[in-house]
């Protein structure tokens, strides 16, 4: 049989980062809500968007590996909750990913990149 739907893909990796620096509360995200547990903001927050860029300083592909597991991650808990109403993924995809996104500088890219 022949079937044009495709398997549900495994869990995205551990939301264990960025590590806790003391003893209070990680800025890593609460499930399903995806809210900060130190400060109650959206995730990635401010503070945990700082301490994941020193995390994985030198390792861009790492941190957008992470970050785009999370967001995958995030539209199955936050569509399960408000399956009729949820984020746009545009809007996900900027909370998540866009951010962390390594950038060349400009005089390395290619013309037709944009
Ligand atoms: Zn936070």
């Not at 967001?71 to 408000?82: G, P, Q, V």
């Not at 009729?84 to 005089?107: E, I, K, N, Q, Y």
Request: with cysteine; glycine share 8%.
């Amino acid at each position: 049989m022949i079937t044009t739907r495709l398997p549900m893909p495994g869990n995205g990796p551990r939301p264990e980062r960025p590590r806790p620096v003391d003893s209070r509360p990680p800025h890593t995200p609460l499930r399903p809500t995806w809210c900060c547990r130190a400060d109650g903001q959206p995730w990635p927050c401010g503070e945990a968007r700082l301490l994941l860029r020193l995390e994985y300083d030198g390792n861009s592909a790492g941190l957008t590996i992470y970050l785009a597991g999370l967001m995958y991650e995030a539209m199955r808990d936050l569509y399960h909750l408000n399956p009729h109403d949820g984020p746009a993924p545009r809007t996900l995809f900027d909370r998540f990913v866009a951010w962390g996104a390594s950038r060349r500088p400009a005089a390395h890219r290619r013309p037709d990149s944009p």
